[in-house]
């Protein structure tokens, strides 16, 4: 069996900081994109930060500068640096992991259980 289980998350003031990890359990082979998705109560869920297993990087236009994805492709694990937290920032953040391979078999879409992050004074 293979999932993503991710950390991190909490309560935080404006302006401060966290960082989100994401680490995929199981026998993995290979794992083409990772992203960190977010969804606010009364919301959709949105992209909030992508990277390819080359490293190339995209944001949301509301997080850059502000947000930063890197990723450890021998651990199988993403990280989400927040910076500039606020309180629009509050939602549950979900790892996403797509085109995985593992063996016995392959996921197109493998999704996390999702971590609270909440901005506020």
């Known amino acids: 069996q293979v999932q993503l289980v991710e950390s991190g998350g909490g309560l935080v003031q404006p302006g401060g900081s966290l960082r989100l990890s994401c680490a995929a359990s199981g026998s993995f082979l290979s794992i083409n994109t990772m992203d960190w998705y977010r969804q606010a109560p009364g919301k959709e869920r949105e992209l909030v930060a992508s990277i390819t297993n080359g490293g190339r990087t995209t944001y949301a236009d509301s997080v850059k500068g502000r947000f930063t994805i890197s990723r450890d492709n021998a651990k199988n694990m993403v990280l989400l640096q927040m910076n500039s937290l606020k309180p629009e920032d509050t939602a549950v953040f979900y790892c996403?992991?797509?085109?995985?391979?593992?063996?016995?078999?392959?996921?197109?879409?493998?999704w996390g259980q999702g971590t609270q992050v909440t901005v506020s004074s």
């Open positions: 996403h992991a797509q085109d995985v391979r593992y063996r016995g078999g392959s996921v197109r879409h493998l």
